[in-house]
């Protein structure tokens, strides 16, 4: 199984970006996917999250307007749209995949966002 994160770099405060997971190796549409992000010197948060089909989302308070998650089973990715981005965005932003019933998971290696002022 892997997890391909894609779409970081840096980007000005109020830009915009938007990232990529590709997954390869499981059965893509058995698996709830979501985004995390890890700040230096801080716990990691769940960011967003969708569920296997596609139809539940839900976004942690901070990025609440801010940013979509989405997917598309038929390509096998996952993707987050991050509008309005502030520096406190700047983290390692890395996707998961919870298989929606075993509840097996598995993690991409990241990819990172820096906001800058």
């Known amino acids: 199984v892997q997890l391909v994160e894609s779409g970081g770099g840096l980007v000005q405060a109020g830009g915009s970006l938007r990232l990529s997971c590709a997954a390869s190796g499981l059965t893509f549409s058995s698996y709830d996917m979501s985004w995390h992000r890890q700040a230096p010197g801080k716990e990691r948060e769940l960011v967003a999250s969708?569920?296997?089909?596609?139809?539940?989302?839900n976004y942690a308070d901070s990025v609440k307007g801010r940013f979509t998650v989405s997917r598309d089973n038929v390509k096998k990715s996952v993707y987050l749209h991050m509008n309005s981005l502030k520096t406190e965005d700047t983290a390692v932003y890395s996707c998961?995949?919870?298989?929606?019933?075993?509840?097996?998971?598995?993690w991409g290696q990241g990819t990172q966002v820096t906001v800058s002022s």
């Open positions: 998961n995949a919870k298989h929606f019933f075993r509840r097996t998971e598995y």
């Open positions: 969708i569920d296997n089909r596609g139809g539940s989302t």
